[in-house]
């Protein structure tokens, strides 16, 4: 199940799609996804390694984008703990975002989301609203 953000592996659950794989929707995680997690400020300094770490294609490229992340935000003469904070929580849930992941949850067909993931989540939501 792709989500925009709106629902995640804990809210797939609640709805009793106890065999459904949670991932993070791409489209949705470049166009605000990553900024909302980060804020816009913060967001700027990581932005092209956040992005590349998404669409990294292995284990070791995913591993060596994230050292390559680490020694930017090491190298910054005023220090963010938050922003360290925030993406030391963000890398070890690489099975919902990263391509390489992806491609291992059977029946993917290496989709990170789809226009179809939008028309489900118009269903779920009007279920649950009752419309």
Not at 2 to 23: C, L, M, P, W, Y
Not at 81 to 96: M, S
Not at 113 to 120: F, K, L, P, R, Y
Request: glycine fraction near 8%; proline fraction near 2%; charged fraction near 25%.
């Amino acid at each position: 199940m792709a989500s925009d953000g709106f629902f995640d592996e804990e809210a797939v659950r609640g709805i009793v799609f106890t065999h459904a794989k949670f991932i993070q929707d791409h489209f949705h995680l470049y166009d605000s996804g990553l900024k909302k997690m980060f804020g816009t400020t913060r967001y700027k300094l990581l932005q092209l390694h956040l992005i590349i770490i998404v669409q990294a294609k292995s284990k070791e490229e995913f591993d060596g984008l994230v050292d390559a992340a680490e020694l930017v935000l090491k190298s910054q003469k005023s220090r963010n703990g938050q922003l360290e904070g925030d993406f030391a929580k963000h890398v070890p849930r690489k099975q919902f975002y990263a391509t390489y992941c992806l491609r291992l949850i059977p029946g993917n067909w290496n989709r990170k989301g789809s226009t179809i993931a939008e028309v489900n989540h118009l269903s779920v939501l009007s279920s649950l609203n009752g419309d």
